[in-house]
Structure formats: structure tokens, C-alpha cells
């Protein structure tokens, strides 16, 4: 599987990157460690005609404390420094026990934030060659008109498989957006459509830039969860984060986020208002894991089955609940 032909584009700051995106737009496409669009391109899912590479813009990296006790992570930031970043580890636990799922050591090195935020949603219709999508008269999602995973549907169900999202959005983060036109921040829960084939509010012609994280949501014990065919790499089918404050006594809040269930991740609603002021007991944790297995609508665009995948998510959730507010 060779990479289709292309022109590269390689900007040193972002103000040259988003003139190049203006510019270029709809033909286009942005390349940060490349450890997904690459293996896309190579199966022939884009073939633009040029590749913005990112990966040199300096001011895109780093994670910084702000004056009001928030993080900014640079969207460049590699997915590894997030794993061993001390303020994170601190002040926001659950970010990089996701991120220390992701893929591998070497893939986490190269792969970074904003691509794991932005990454294409998947379907075991979609990610394979171009012969073998051919073979099968291809899907919505890419060259064809019709749904393997919901025949006879005209929505796509490709599932949103990245790890450090469900993270995010238990921490309540925003994204910074840039194009030529300027800035703007976006809550993440506002960011994906829930749609397979369209899953990002991005225009072609915007970057994201950098993350926030509020220092309303610091100090919160954080747990991660994911199933996966291989652990030492595999992409998720369904996880779990989990965030937790609690005094000696009773729950003070608590948020899950989920992923690779649905075609964007999400917030369970309602954790909060079913464990806040409470003690923990397995009834409650359960009753969390039930109401997040709801939450989940996972379909058949993976190798393991849907009723399995939503049952892991009740599984983690309750466990992660119940160790979070009981452990010492
Ligand atoms: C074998 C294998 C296993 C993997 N397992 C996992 C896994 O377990 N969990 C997981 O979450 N991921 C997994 N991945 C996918 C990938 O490694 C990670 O999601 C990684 O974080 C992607 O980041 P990147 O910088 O490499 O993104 P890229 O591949 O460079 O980009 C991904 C997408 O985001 C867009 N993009 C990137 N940066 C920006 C930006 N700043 N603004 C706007 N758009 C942007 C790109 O145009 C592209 O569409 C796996 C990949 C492989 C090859």
C-alpha cells in the first residue's frame, strides 16, 4: 500500500500554517505525528493534493500552568510528554492515564494532542485497503451509498476510537481553533457532531492549536479503562474515564466519559446527580455502570460484538466508580 502523490507543505509558524490552509483548502489535509492520516492515505481513504506538516512549529508544543491554575497543552504536545507531564500527573490524573493507553511507546512518541482529538472515526468497513473496500461495493463514509453496519440506513456509525477524549471531556476542556479569520474556543463537548462521516466541527481551512484544561476541574482523582483486541497497542473498543472528588464522607462529584461506543465520545449524563452526597457501595457503582451502558450505543463496526462492548463499559464503569471513591 503505497502513500497516493502529494505535495508537502512544511510551515515554521502557525500564522504561515493557516495562510497555507486558507489557501489550500478543501485540498488539503493536516499532519501532525501522521501515526493515523498516513496509514489512511496509504489505504487510499484521502488523497489531497497537499500535506500541511505541522511538526515543526514550535510554539504548537508544550504543557503550561496558567495564572489561574488551568493547563494549556500546545495540540503538538506528543502523546508520551502528556503521559509523564508531573502537573498533569497531579493535578489532572485521569489525562494521562488515558494517554498511556494510546497505541504504543513508539506511536505515542509521534502521535500527538490535537491529532487525537481530530482523529478520523473508524468501522471495520472503512479502515481497510482500497481493493477490499472496492470488493465490497465501499460505504458512505468513503466512495460509496450504503451502510454495511445499519443496511438499508443512510447515516454513517463509523465509531470515534480515540483514547485521550473521553479524558478531556470528564475535565470539562476547551479547544482553541485558528484560522485566518482568527481564534476561537470551543468546549469539547461541542466539538463532535455524533455523525460517523462527519464527526468534527472543523472547518478545512482551521488548526487546532492548543488545549485548556480549567483549575475547576483540577484535584479530581482520575481513572481510564479500555478493552481492546491487543493490549500492547491496540486502538479502543470501548473505554472508560472516570473522574472523582470526594471529602471523608460522601461523593462530591463525579463524571464519565466515554469512548469507542458511539460515533463521538461522550458524557454519561446524570453520574452526578445519581452519586453526589452519597457513600460508595457496589449498588451505587452499579447503578452508575448501568446508566453508562445506556449511554453506549456501540454497533457492529468492530471484531467484537456490540452486546460485549456495551457490557465492558458497564463492567469498568462500575469498578472504576467504586475504586475511586473507596480507595485510600
Ligand atoms: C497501530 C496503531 C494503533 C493505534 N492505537 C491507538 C489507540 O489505542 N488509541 C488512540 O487514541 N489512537 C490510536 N492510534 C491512532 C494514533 O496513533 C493516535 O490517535 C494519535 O494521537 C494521532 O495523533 P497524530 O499526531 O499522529 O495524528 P495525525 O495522524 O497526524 O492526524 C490525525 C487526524 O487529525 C488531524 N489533525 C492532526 N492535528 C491536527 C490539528 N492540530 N488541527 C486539526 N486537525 C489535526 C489530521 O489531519 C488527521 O485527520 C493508533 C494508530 C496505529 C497506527
New binding site residues.
Partial sequence: MTLPEFKLLRPRTTAEAIALLAQHAGSI???????????SMQQKLFEPQYVLD?GRIAELKGIRRQPDGGVEIG??TA?TNIERSDVLRQHYPVLPEAAK????PV?RN???????I???TRCLWYNQSLQWRKSCAFCIKKDGDLCHVAPGGTECWAVF????PAALLCLDAEIEIASTSGLRCVRLADFYTGIGDDHRR?RPD????RVFLPASSAGYRGAYRKL?IRGS????LAGVAVVLKRSSEHIEDVRVGLTAVNPAPVLVKGTAELLAGRRMTEEWAEAAGVLAAQTAKPLTTSALPPEYRREMIRVFTKRAVFSLATET
Avoid at 110 to 116: E, Q, R, S, V
Wanted: aromatic letters at 2%; charged letters at 15%.
Fill in positions: 489535509r493536516i499532519l501532525a505525528g501522521g501515526t493515523d492520516l498516513l496509514p505541522i495540540a503538538l502523546l493507553t494510546v497505541a504504543s506511536l509521534m502521535g500527538t494532542i490535537g491529532g487525537n481530530c482523529l478520523d476510537s480515540g483514547d485521550t472543523l482551521e488548526l487546532v492549536t481492546r497497542i491496540d486502538y479502543p
